[in-house]
């Protein structure tokens, strides 16, 4: 335990068990990890988001179609075995209260390809919040996460890079279908 405390990284720190109410009413277990991520690339697209603390939220009809352009885009030649991960800069928030979304690959492999971008996310401390079920059930994992998970933790959220990590075999209408949120994150 010393020499775990000492590298001041946590990598794959679990809390205890927590009950998470999903939106269908019925209750299942999650145990929120806490992780350190090194700082990495992504090659991707961007657009603006309104999250679900603005008035009007667009996110469920903006970030679907972020992802079937990137869909088209990365068929022409990438690794498509590759698990895609989408992210929400809060660092800063403009006048409209819209948030760059990001979806993409990591990596720097497509870099060269004219309509995407690159991003470099910085080593951070996340709370990494396990997503059992369709894309629906991501908000509502988020706002069990916010709403009651961090304010009973030891740690505070952050403005940061919040990460979206899909598997290679993610389908999006799935009920079975796995991901994990990764929420930035500081102690307290």
């Not at 939106?23 to 309104?50: A, M, N, P, V, W």
């Not at 995407?116 to 079920?133: D, H, K, M, R, W």
């Amino acid at each position: 335990p010393k020499a775990y405390r000492q590298r001041n990284k946590r990598i794959g720190l679990k809390t205890p068990l927590t009950s998470l109410n999903t939106q269908q009413g019925d209750y299942s277990f999650t145990q929120i990890r806490i992780e350190t991520r090194s700082s990495f690339q992504l090659t991707g697209l961007k657009t603006h988001i309104l999250g679900p603390f603005t008035e009007q939220p667009n996110f469920s009809e903006s970030v679907p179609k972020l992802w079937q352009t990137l869909d088209r885009c990365l068929l022409l030649g990438s690794d498509q075995n590759a698990g895609q991960l989408g992210i929400i800069d809060t660092r800063t928030t403009s006048t409209d209260e819209s948030l760059p979304y990001w979806a993409g690959i990591q990596g720097d492999k497509l870099a060269q390809h004219r309509d995407l971008a690159l991003l470099t996310v910085p080593e951070q401390e996340y709370a990494v919040i396990p997503v059992q079920g369709n894309a629906r059930q991501i908000e509502a994992a988020f706002m069990w996460c916010i709403r009651h998970w961090l304010p009973n933790s030891h740690y505070r959220g952050i403005n940061g890079f919040e990460l979206e990590a899909y598997p290679p075999d993610y389908q999006a209408n799935t009920d079975a279908s796995y991901m994990e949120y990764w929420l930035p994150i500081a102690p307290r």
